[in-house]
Nanobody, 122 residues
Framework: QVQLVESGGGLVQAGGSLRLSCAASGRFFSSYNMAWFRQSPGKERDFVAA????????YYADSVKGRFTISRDNAKNTVYLQMNSLKLEDTAVYYCAGRPVTITDARTYAYWGQGTQVTVSS
């Protein structure tokens, strides 16, 4: 069983930056593709970014491409999401997820964190 714990959320002004972290337990972390999703009130949980087990392959939603960067440190069992040039519409609860069947489909992920709130203000 893998447990995921997110941190790093908060309140930031539009145009600012935040870095989210997701710490994972378990022995096989480096073998899992990992991802970040986000969810706003009344909306579905949307794919943000994913990274392969080795970290060599990354994939982004069009809405964050060029602004967000996903990375991982397998020695620390941690995945990161660096968020730059934040916009009001980036406001959401951000979730870390692992071990998918299809990386963009939230329903296929085996492991989820509890989420961390990101609020972007004008």
């Amino acid at each position: 069983q893998v447990q995921l714990v997110e941190s790093g959320g908060g309140l930031v002004q539009a145009g600012g930056s935040l870095r989210l972290s997701c710490a994972a337990s378990g022995r096989f972390f480096s073998s899992y593709n990992m991802a970040w999703f986000r969810q706003s009130p009344g909306k579905e949980r949307d794919f943000v970014a994913a990274i392969s087990g080795s970290g060599g392959i990354t994939y982004y939603a069009d809405s964050v491409k060029g602004r967000f960067t996903i990375s991982r440190d397998n020695a620390k069992n941690t995945v990161y999401l660096q968020m730059n040039s934040l916009k009001l519409e980036d406001t959401a609860v951000y979730y870390c997820a692992g071990r998918p069947v299809t990386i963009t489909d939230a329903r296929t992920y085996a492991y989820w964190g509890q989420g961390t709130q990101v609020t972007v203000s004008s």
